[in-house]
């Protein structure tokens, strides 16, 4: 059973365009973090969102955790070739400790 | 730079062989993961070591065999393994239990592993 499903599963646009990154689930999380992996190379922390409704900014980046805790999105605003990458959405679970539930990630490329 | 260190980068070996992935972590966290990351999986969490005590084994098989020296070191050992274990091995640490539900993990840069 995937517990987090993210959305869509592989995304190619041009330079300058939005998008979109969706991370859905129907289990509640205490908090969700959000990670950038480029190949050869481990995933590196965006953001975590710990409180339902939360928006948080990072620059370009705007992430953003549901009212019920359920769901999140990452929004990127004129993207660049340099936000290339996977993008994995990771829920925490209070009964869980540190225990992270990642999703199936995002592939974005984005071309010049 | 993540404070987290794995070797070797790159690993290739036969289903006879026994070979050792090392990961270090220089963040004085207490909490140390092993990954399974495939190609369209979502990563697969194998074990979970808490102050050097194991806290979570993910039905992995046997064989693979981790090991805890110490708070700042994570082996994963291997011997006969499948081609289907072929995969990016990622090691991760993080404070531990205290940090709570958003204790963040701090990811190595994995090995690449192949299974011939």
């Known amino acids: 059973t995937q517990l987090l499903e993210q959305s869509p599963q592989f995304l190619s646009i041009q330079e300058g365009e939005n998008l979109t990154v969706y991370c859905n689930s129907s289990?509640?999380?205490?908090?969700l973090q959000w990670y950038r992996q480029e190949p050869g190379e481990g995933p590196v922390l965006l953001v975590t969102?710990?409180?339902?409704?939360e928006v948080k900014k990072l620059k370009r980046l705007t992430f953003q955790f549901g009212d019920a805790r359920k769901d999140s999105s990452l929004h990127i605003t004129a993207a660049q070739p340099g936000d290339t990458g996977l993008y994995l959405c990771?829920?925490?679970?209070?009964?869980?400790?540190?225990?992270?539930?990642f999703g199936e990630g995002t592939q974005l490329t984005v071309n010049p | 730079e993540t404070g987290v260190t794995q070797t070797p980068r790159h690993l290739v070996m036969g289903m006879t062989n026994k070979k050792s992935l090392k990961c270090e972590q220089h963040?004085?966290?207490?909490?140390m993961y092993w990954y399974k990351q495939s190609a369209k999986k979502p990563l697969e969490l194998m074990f979970v070591?808490?102050?050097?005590?194991?806290?979570e084994n993910n039905s992995v098989p046997s064989r693979f065999s981790p090991e805890c020296p110490n708070s700042s070191h994570l082996f994963l050992h291997l011997h006969t393994l499948q081609p289907e274990d072929s995969a990016l091995y990622l090691c991760?640490?993080?404070?531990?239990?205290?940090?709570?539900?958003?204790?963040?993990?701090?990811f190595g840069p994995g090995t690449r592993l192949t299974v011939l």
């Open positions: 070591y808490n102050f050097k005590e194991q806290t």
């Open positions: 990771a829920g925490a679970r209070e009964t869980s400790g540190s225990r992270l539930t």
């Open positions: 991760a640490s993080s404070h531990g239990i205290i940090g709570g539900p958003t204790d963040t993990q701090y």
């Open positions: 963040l004085g966290h207490n909490a």
């Open positions: 289990s509640v999380f205490s908090s």
């Open positions: 969102v710990v409180t339902g409704g």
